[in-house]
Structures are given as C-alpha cells and as structure tokens.
C-alpha cells in the first residue's frame, strides 16, 4: 500500500505564489520506480492533469493551462514530490492531489495512475 500526504495549500491572492509538497512512503514502495503526478478538482468539474514527473525528474509535462507558470519536480532521496505555483489565477482553484501513476498508465488521465492522497485546498481570489 501506498500513503500520499499533500500539504502546501491555501488561500493566496491572484498573481502569488504557493508552494505544493507531497510525501510518499509505503513499506514496499519504491518512490523512484514511479512517474508521479499533480491533478487538481473544482467544484461540479472533473478532476484534471495539471503535471507529472518521470522517475529520475528529467522529463516534465504540463497542461496547457499552467504551462509556464508551474514547476513540477521530486527528491527521490527524501520521497518528496512538489508543485511551484506562480502567477495563480481564480480558475487555478481547487483540490490538489498527488498521485502515483501505474507503470503503464496513460500520464495525463486520471484513469493512469493508482494511489492518491487526501487532497490540499488551493483558492486563489481575484
């Protein structure tokens, strides 16, 4: 079993910054193995991609949506994956969760990855 911890969230004005971590740990899970992922959910919307990491942290994808303004990135030594934020508009508010994606899986649908942690609240007012 995997435990993903997602902290970082909050209530920031439009154009600031937050900083998104997520702490992963499993008895027999090895954090390096597995691409990871950002998705976010609104109200009445369907979760959607925001970003992912490769194993090693040297490949990124982004939506069209946050392309520019997030960095995604990951410590393998600490099993710790992040989301930089900057420039947030209103549409960035949500859910955040972290995610593991299954080694198969599509990277950018939801329906790719396997794990998923609680969830830390973004609002961004305008």
């Known amino acids: 079993q995997v435990q993903l911890v997602e902290s970082g969230g909050g209530l920031v004005q439009a154009g600031g910054s937050l900083r998104l971590s997520c702490a992963a740990s499993?008895?027999?899970?090895?954090?390096?193995?597995?691409?990871m992922g950002w998705f976010r959910q609104a109200p009445g919307l369907e979760r959607e991609f925001v970003a992912a990491?490769?194993?090693?942290?040297?490949?990124?994808h982004y939506a069209d949506s946050v392309k520019g303004r997030f960095a995604i990135s990951r410590d393998n030594a600490k099993n710790m994956v992040y989301l930089i934020m900057n420039s947030l508009k209103p549409e960035d508010t949500g859910v955040y969760y972290c995610?593991?994606?299954?080694?198969?899986?599509?990277?950018?649908?939801?329906?790719?990855?396997?794990?998923w942690g609680q969830g830390t609240q973004v609002t961004v007012s305008s």
């Open positions: 499993g008895r027999t899970f090895t954090f390096s193995n597995y691409y």
């Open positions: 995610a593991v994606r299954n080694a198969v899986g599509n990277t950018w649908s939801a329906l790719g990855y396997d794990y």
């Open positions: 990491v490769s194993w090693s942290g040297g490949t990124t």
